[in-house]
């Protein structure tokens, strides 16, 4: 058992029950931690409340300067963590090569599903623990999937949890990495082009040929944020329950070979 009574983390990004952020909130507020909210918007606002009645929640969307430069004060708590559980992209066009990705589709991406994650670090680096621990969310496999443009994006993601613990070694020992979570069930990824397919080719992939629970990223998350994984920084961690090894499993090749 992970304890964390008298710690505090900061959350964003929970949509509904089946997102990353709500399963992992829920772990964390399970091993005795105490948790700070952000939503998007209003409507957001009140889900989250629903959700975690007893607990704060305020607005947050990364694309309004005012919201982010009130951040620190709608906190005012020394954090031992964050968890950054932001992603959009715009596939209201459905899917394209992705030659043919727009500009100004790529860079809000871009903004809220990376960067983001720089402009909250820098507002809270006062208030994160010297020994503070943050935590992002990615994929499993950022090259060439099918997840669209939001590969690349996470890929940059990925590359800036090593920039910013290097950055944040300079004053501190806070910790940044992120878990390459393979496909899962979640209202997030219905939105992508495709996904159903994929995710049930993805489950065939895996190992134990059952796909991944939100639940087991939620304990990655857990553990990353917990000081029990105080080794590890600047890293991206796979769970994908094998899928990304096992390429050439033989019952897919054997099903394709008889085609």
Request: net charge neutral; charged share 20%; proline share 3%.
């Given at each position: 058992?992970?304890?964390?009574?008298g710690k505090t983390y900061f959350i964003t990004g929970i949509a509904n029950k089946k997102s990353v952020a709500y399963f992992s909130?829920?772990?964390?507020?399970?091993?005795?931690?105490?948790?700070?909210?952000?939503?998007?918007?209003?409507?957001?606002?009140?889900?989250?409340?629903?959700?975690?009645?007893?607990?704060?929640?305020?607005?947050?969307?990364?694309?309004?300067?005012?919201?982010?430069?009130?951040?620190?004060?709608?906190?005012?708590?020394?954090?031992?963590?964050?968890?950054?559980?932001?992603?959009?992209?715009?596939?209201?066009?459905?899917?394209?090569?992705?030659?043919?990705?727009?500009?100004?589709?790529?860079?809000?991406?871009?903004?809220?599903?990376?960067?983001?994650?720089?402009?909250?670090?820098?507002?809270?680096?006062?208030?994160?623990?010297?020994?503070?621990?943050?935590?992002?969310?990615?994929?499993?496999?950022?090259?060439?999937?099918?997840?669209?443009?939001?590969?690349?994006?996470?890929?940059?993601?990925?590359?800036?949890?090593?920039?910013?613990?290097?950055?944040?070694?300079?004053?501190?020992?806070?910790?940044?990495?992120?878990?390459?979570?393979?496909?899962?069930?979640?209202?997030?990824?219905?939105?992508?082009?495709?996904?159903?397919?994929?995710?049930?080719?993805?489950?065939?992939?895996?190992?134990?040929?059952?796909?991944?629970?939100?639940?087991?990223?939620?304990?990655?998350?857990?553990?990353?944020?917990s000081p029990l994984s105080s080794g590890i920084n600047a890293s991206n961690t796979i769970v994908d329950a094998g899928m990304s090894a096992n390429y050439f499993d033989q019952g897919i090749v054997?099903?394709?070979?008889?085609?």
């Amino acid at each position: 058992m992970i304890d964390l009574k008298g710690k505090t983390y900061f959350i964003t990004g929970i949509a509904n029950k089946k997102s990353v952020a709500y399963f992992s909130a829920k772990a964390l507020i399970q091993a005795g931690a105490e948790c700070i909210f952000s939503a998007q918007n209003d409507k957001n606002k009140e889900k989250v409340e629903k959700l975690f009645p007893e607990n704060k929640v305020f607005l947050l969307d990364v694309e309004n300067k005012e919201h982010l430069k009130a951040l620190k004060a709608n906190i005012d708590c020394e954090l031992d963590g964050l968890l950054h559980s932001i992603a959009f992209a715009n596939f209201s066009e459905g899917p394209k090569p992705f030659h043919e990705t727009k500009l100004e589709d790529y860079l809000q991406a871009c903004h809220i599903s990376s960067f983001s994650l720089v402009q909250i670090a820098n507002e809270l680096k006062d208030l994160l623990k010297k020994d503070a621990s943050v935590v992002t969310i990615s994929i499993s496999n950022t090259l060439a999937t099918s997840y669209g443009y939001l590969g690349p994006i996470k890929a940059m993601l990925e590359t800036s949890c090593a920039y910013l613990a290097k950055s944040f070694s300079e004053f501190s020992n806070i910790r940044f990495n992120s878990v390459g979570a393979g496909p899962l069930k979640t209202s997030a990824s219905a939105g992508i082009p495709n996904y159903i397919e994929n995710y049930l080719y993805s489950e065939e992939l895996t190992m134990r040929k059952q796909n991944l629970s939100t639940q087991e990223v939620a304990n990655t998350v857990l553990f990353l944020l917990s000081p029990l994984s105080s080794g590890i920084n600047a890293s991206n961690t796979i769970v994908d329950a094998g899928m990304s090894a096992n390429y050439f499993d033989q019952g897919i090749v054997k099903a394709f070979s008889k085609l």
